[in-house]
C-alpha cells in the first residue's frame, strides 16, 4: 500500500515539473507562450507605429532559435519603403559598446589587459591632459563608467562625414575633464568605452574597426553591419541604411540627420537586426563548443558577473553590461544617436533575447515598453513599513552625475533636475522632463518603480545613500544622480535676472528710437554722453540676440564641434570689451553734462543691467 502510494505520489510530482519546465521552454521570461509572441508583439507595436514611432525592426530570440522576425513601418516614409529585418541598417547607438567590452574581455584572457591596472600603462606618456585626482583609473573603471569624466557632447558626432577624425584625434578633441574621484560616481561616459576601444587599438596594433570585424563580426558571420561605417567598402550597408527621423506631433515625423563619429566605438556601429541577433546567440552559447568569441570557457562567465554595485539590493553593472531587475536577472544596453533609438537584452538564465532597433529619435515605447512586457517584471516582496525609513528624506531636486560641468552647457541640467517627491512614507514620486513614474520602497532606501513613464523602466531601481538624514547621492546602474548643487533661491534670482535683462534689452532699442525721433522734432541738442548709452543699449541687445542664436544651433543640431560655437564665445568676449569701453566713455562724460535726475537714472539702470547681463554669463559660463 505505502509503496503503490508513493509510485503514485512520484509520478504526479513528475508531472508538476515536466509542466514547469515545458513552461520555461516555451514561454518568453514574463510568460508568454512563444506561439502567441507575434500576435503579441504585433498589437503592442501597431499602437504607436505610423503615431509616435517611424519604424522598426525586432528579432526575439529563445534558446539560439529565432521566435520572431519582423519589420514594423517604413525606413523610408516618402517612398513607403517598409523595413526588413534581414537588411535594414540602423545606426546602433551605444550597443556599440558591447562590442568594446567583449573586445577588452578577449585581450584580457589573453593575459594582455589587466581589468585591475592603471590604463595609463597602455596609452601614450600624457596622453590624458584633463586628470583631476592623482588616482589610478582601472580598466574596471571604464567599463563601469566611474572614471570620473564630465559629459561633452562637442565634437561627440557629426551631422556629416567631412569633421571625422581617427580615433586617437577624437578622443584628444573631445577629452573632458575628470570632475569625480575615480571609483566613485557612475557617470555615463561616451569617452571612457572609447578610450578603452583606444587602448584595444594599441595592444592589438590595429585599428579598433578591423580588430572587431577579424574578432567577432567575421566569427559571427555578421556580413551586413559594420564597425565603422565611413568606409568605403560598406557601400552596400550604406545603401541598405534606413532613414532617421523626428516626431514632429502624432502622425507627423520629419527626416533627421546622419550620425558620423570620431569616437565611433561609443556609438558608431551600424547594422541589422539580424546581425545583433547572431551577436546574442554567441553571448548565450548552448554549448561550450559553441563559444566562438573566447577562448576560455570562464571568460563569458566573468564578463557577466557582477563588477559594480553600490547595494547587494540593486541592480549594477556587469563588464560593461547594465544589469535589469527584470522577472530573471537581464543584461541590457540601449543607444540612441540624434536620429535612431535601440534596446539590447538578453536573460541569459533563460537563454532569451530580444533586439528592438528603431529609426526614431528618443524613442522609448517599444524600445523600452515591449522589452519590459516580454523579459517580465519581478514580483516585489512584501516588506514591514515599521523597518523602512520615511520617504520624505528623498525628497529635494537633483542632477544626473553624467552632466557638462565645463561652458555653457552646464545650465541645461538646472532646467531639466530629477525631482523626488514623497507620496506617502513608503512611495515616491519620481518625475524628469515632464515624464513621471511612482517607485515604492523594498529594502532600506532601495526604491523599485511601479508605474509610469518608460522612460524610467532603465532606471526601475533607485538607491539612496543618506548621511545624517540626508540624500549624498542617488545609484542607478546606468548614471547616478547627486544633489543639486545650488540653492533654489539662487537659482530663482537667477532667472530673475536674466528675464529682467532679456526685456530691458529687447525693449531698449524700440524705446530709444523712439526717444530719438521725439528728440529731434521738439529740435533738442544732441549730447554726447547720449550717443554712448544708445550703443550701450545696443551691445546689450546684440548680448542677447547673439544668446538666442547660440540656443537656436543647439536646439537644432548639437551634433556639431565646438569649433562652430567658438566664434559666438569670442563675440561674448567682444561685446564685454565694447561694453567697458562704453561705461568708461559714459563715465567721463557723466560730470561734462548737464543731465536731469531722470536722465542719470535711465543711464545708471543701463549700466547696471548689462553689468548684470555679464554677471549672469560668466557665471554660466558663456565665455568658455
Given amino acids: 500500500m505505502n509503496k503503490s502510494f508513493a509510485i503514485l505520489l512520484i509520478l504526479a510530482l513528475s508531472l508538476f515539473f515536466t509542466k514547469t519546465i515545458y513552461a520555461n521552454e516555451f514561454t518568453t521570461p514574463s510568460g508568454i507562450p512563444l506561439s502567441d509572441v507575434e500576435r503579441f508583439v504585433d498589437d503592442y507595436v501597431n499602437e504607436y507605429i505610423g503615431e509616435t514611432t517611424a519604424g522598426a525592426s525586432i528579432v526575439i530570440l529563445k534558446d539560439n532559435k529565432v521566435v520572431l522576425s519582423k519589420g514594423y ?19 546602433w ?35 590624458l591632459t584633463k586628470l583631476t585626482y592623482d588616482v589610478p583609473i582601472t580598466m574596471l573603471d571604464l567599463m563601469n563608467h566611474t572614471a570620473g569624466f564630465e559629459e561633452n557632447i562637442f565634437d561627440l558626432g557629426y551631422a556629416t562625414e567631412y569633421p571625422v577624425k581617427s580615433l586617437e584625434e577624437g578622443l584628444k578633441i573631445a577629452e573632458p575633464r575628470q570632475i569625480y574621484r575615480p571609483g566613485k560616481v557612475v557617470a555615463y561616459s561616451n569617452y571612457s568605452t572609447s578610450l578603452a576601444a583606444y587602448i584595444v587599438q594599441l ?15 567575421q566569427k559571427l558571420g555578421i556580413l551586413d553591419s559594420t564597425a565603422y561605417l565611413p568606409l568605403a567598402r560598406n557601400e552596400q550597408i550604406t545603401k541598405n541604411k534606413v532613414n532617421g527621423y523626428e516626431l514632429i506631433e502624432e502622425g507627423k515625423f520629419k527626416p533627421s540627420i546622419p550620425f558620423y563619429m570620431s569616437m565611433y566605438p561609443s556609438g558608431g556601429l551600424n547594422g541589422t537586426s539580424q546581425d545583433l541577433a547572431k551577436f ?3 553571448l548565450m552559447p548552448s554549448s561550450d563548443n559553441e563559444n566562438v568569441l573566447f577562448k576560455d570557457e570562464n571568460t563569458l562567465g566573468t564578463m557577466f558577473s557582477q563588477s559594480y554595485a553600490i547595494n547587494e ?16 536577472k537581464g543584461l541590457t544596453h540601449g543607444g540612441n544617436t540624434v536620429s535612431f533609438s535601440s534596446n539590447f537584452h538578453i536573460v541569459p538564465e533563460e537563454n532569451f533575447a530580444v533586439i528592438i532597433l528603431t529609426n526614431q529619435a528618443s524613442e522609448l515605447d517599444i524600445s ?7 523579459v517580465g517584471e519581478k514580483e516585489i516582496d512584501e516588506v514591514k513599513l515599521a523597518d523602512l525609513p520615511n520617504s520624505q528624506e528623498t525628497e529635494g531636486k537633483y542632477l544626473s552625475a553624467r552632466r557638462i560641468k565645463s561652458g555653457f552647457l552646464n545650465l541645461y541640467y538646472y532646467l531639466l533636475p530629477l525631482t523626488v517627491k514623497s507620496i506617502n512614507e513608503n512611495e515616491i514620486e519620481v518625475s524628469l522632463a515632464g515624464m513621471k513614474a511612482n517607485y515604492v520602497q523594498t529594502y532600506p532606501n532601495v526604491y523599485k518603480m511601479t508605474t509610469g513613464s518608460n522612460m524610467f523602466i532603465l532606471t526601475n531601481v533607485l538607491y539612496f545613500s543618506m548621511k545624517d538624514g540626508e540624500v549624498k547621492q542617488i545609484s542607478t546602474s546606468i548614471s547616478d544622480y547627486l544633489p543639486i548643487d545650488k540653492s533654489t533661491f539662487w537659482l530663482t534670482i537667477s532667472a530673475v535676472l ?13 524705446v530709444l528710437i523712439v526717444i530719438s525721433i521725439l528728440n529731434r522734432r521738439r529740435k533738442k541738442t544732441f549730447v554726447k554722453i547720449k550717443k554712448w548709452v544708445y550703443l550701450l543699449n545696443i551691445v546689450g541687445t546684440a ?14 543640431n548639437n551634433a556639431r564641434s565646438y569649433s562652430e560655437v567658438f566664434p559666438q564665445i569670442v563675440i561674448n568676449y567682444i561685446l564685454t570689451i565694447t561694453s567697458a569701453v562704453f561705461i568708461v566713455f559714459i563715465l567721463l562724460n557723466w560730470k561734462k553734462e548737464t543731465l536731469m535726475k531722470f536722465q542719470r537714472a535711465i543711464y545708471l539702470l543701463s549700466i547696471v543691467t548689462i553689468v548684470i547681463l555679464i554677471f549672469l554669463l560668466i557665471i554660466w559660463q558663456f565665455y568658455s
Fill in 73 to 91: 513601418g517604413y525606413g523610408d516614409i516618402e517612398n513607403q519603403i517598409k523595413i526588413n529585418t534581414n537588411n535594414a541598417v540602423f545606426e
Fill in 93 to 127: 547607438g551605444s550597443i556599440s559598446k558591447l562590442f568594446v567590452w567583449v573586445s577588452v574581455m578577449q585581450l584580457v584572457e589573453q593575459g594582455k589587459i589587466d581589468l585591475d591596472e592603471d590604463i595609463r600603462i597602455y596609452l601614450p606618456q600624457g596622453f
Fill in 203 to 217: 595592444i592589438s596594433e590595429k585599428d579598433f574597426n578591423e580588430y572587431a570585424e577579424e574578432h567577432i563580426f
Fill in 280 to 282: 546574442a546567440m554567441a
Fill in 313 to 328: 539590493n540593486v541592480p549594477g553593472i556587469a563588464h560593461g553590461f547594465w544589469e535589469y531587475d527584470g522577472k530573471f
Fill in 368 to 374: 523600452y515598453g515591449l522589452t519590459k512586457e516580454l
Fill in 498 to 510: 536674466f528675464i529682467y535683462c532679456l526685456i530691458y534689452f529687447i525693449a531698449s532699442p524700440f
Fill in 543 to 556: 548680448f542677447i540676440a547673439n544668446f538666442f542664436i547660440l540656443v537656436v544651433r543647439m536646439l537644432n
